[in-house]
């Protein structure tokens, strides 16, 4: 018999705990990325560089490498991010019982665009086009606007003539009109032109009786 000591068994439960410890670490580290290249991108634009945004967010650039390989995947990250929030308020709208909230939802993405260059981007297709890069958030969110909409022209509060394509259209509009009348740093103003246009979405007065001559 060997008087050799057995090499101790690998603890599995250690190891897994390590991997989802590493896995959650990883997680963290992305978030933080995500966050702080939401807030740079907002207040700089697409000019600001990885090593950037890794030395803002507290990380090494390596980890900004391995979640996202070039700048244009990050900013597309965030968008899809942002994008997502978008469908998850629209999703608590449809549960409400708010024949307008098609008019809250609007608001909110037209707020949300003139304020997040990434969202902007991803709502006019000025960057990408939201419908290729991320087809399953741009269907989501199509199809809670429709399911809005229905109901808005069900209670009568929208005109009886939109469709929700237009009003996505119509959203990608409101972004240049608010930066062709320079108002993109200007929140009271670009809400200001956001909500003439939503006011332009109502149901056109019917004409009064025709008045004797």
């Known amino acids: 018999m060997s008087s050799q000591l057995e090499p101790a068994p690998a603890n599995p439960t250690a190891a897994h705990g390590s991997d989802r410890e590493l896995r959650a670490d990883a997680r963290r580290n992305r978030e933080r990325v995500l966050r702080t290249a939401q807030q740079l991108f907002a207040a700089e634009g697409l000019g600001v560089s990885l090593d950037e945004i890794a030395r803002r967010a507290g990380v090494g650039p390596g980890t900004v490498h391995r979640h996202f390989s070039t700048k244009e995947a990050l900013y597309l990250a965030v968008a899809t991010d942002q994008l997502k929030q978008l469908v998850a308020e629209a999703e608590e709208l449809a549960a409400a019982d708010d024949p307008a909230a098609?008019?809250?939802?609007?608001?909110?993405?037209?707020?949300?665009?003139?304020?997040?260059?990434?969202?902007?981007?991803?709502?006019?297709?000025?960057?990408?086009?939201?419908?290729?890069?991320?087809p399953g958030v741009a269907t989501d969110l199509t199809r809670h606007?429709?399911?809005?909409?229905d109901r808005a022209h069900a209670a009568g509060v929208v005109r009886h003539d939109l469709t929700a394509e237009e009003l996505m259209a119509l959203v990608a509009g409101a972004f240049a009109a608010i930066r062709h009348?320079?108002?993109?740093?200007?929140?009271?103003?670009?809400a200001h032109?956001?909500?003439?246009?939503?006011?332009?979405?109502?149901?056109?007065?019917?004409?009064?009786?025709?008045?004797p001559r």
């Not at 609007?106 to 707020?111: C, H, Y």
């Not at 009348?181 to 670009?190: D, H, I």
């Not at 032109?193 to 008045?211: C, K, N, S, V, Y």
């Open 102 to 134: 098609l008019f809250t939802l609007l608001s909110r993405m037209m707020a949300n665009g003139a304020e997040n260059a990434a969202v902007k981007s991803a709502l006019a297709a000025d960057e990408f086009d939201l419908r290729t890069a991320a």
């Open 193 to 211: 032109i956001a909500q003439l246009i939503l006011d332009g979405l109502r149901p056109l007065p019917r004409p009064g009786p025709a008045r």
């Open 181 to 190: 009348a320079g108002a993109e740093t200007s929140p009271k103003r670009s």
């Open 145 to 149: 606007v429709a399911g809005l909409l």
